[in-house]
């Protein structure tokens, strides 16, 4: 699967966005998803997943509240709404899918080597 992220931008702190991730292929509803964020000097960092069916979520304790995770199957896209922004969550922002997850995997949906396929990224810069 390829996946495009986009929406991202310069935002004002308290202000809102709204990232996409669509993706390739008619398999996309087998796919568990994550978001994460790097900034430079620094590892990727586990911000949302969203498993296949999207009847379970979860999100880093930082975003709770703030960012709501969702996906639309039949349009193969997954969204990452980010309100009341802060700057502290600027950084590239990379959607990811996974066919690796399960009950029994022995893999955490938190860590990045959990999943198979990135996008390329999409920038989220913050002012303060």
């Known amino acids: 699967v390829q996946l495009q992220a986009s929406g991202g931008g310069l935002v004002q702190a308290g202000g809102s966005l709204r990232l996409s991730c669509a993706a390739s292929?008619?398999?996309?509803?087998?796919?568990?998803m994550g978001w994460f964020r790097q900034v430079p000097g620094k590892e990727r960092e586990f911000v949302v997943f969203i498993s296949r069916g999207g009847l379970t979520t979860y999100y880093a304790d930082s975003v709770k509240g703030r960012f709501t995770v969702s996906r639309d199957n039949a349009r193969n896209t997954v969204y990452l709404q980010m309100n009341n922004l802060k700057p502290e969550d600027t950084g590239v922002y990379y959607c990811?899918?996974?066919?690796?997850?399960?009950?029994?995997?022995?893999?955490?949906?938190?860590?990045?080597?959990?999943?198979?396929?990135w996008g390329q990224g999409t920038l989220v810069t913050v002012s303060s």
């Open positions: 990811a899918a996974s066919s690796l997850l399960g009950a029994y995997s022995g893999r955490a949906y938190w860590t990045p080597a959990s999943y198979n396929y």
């Open positions: 292929g008619r398999t996309f509803g087998s796919y568990d």
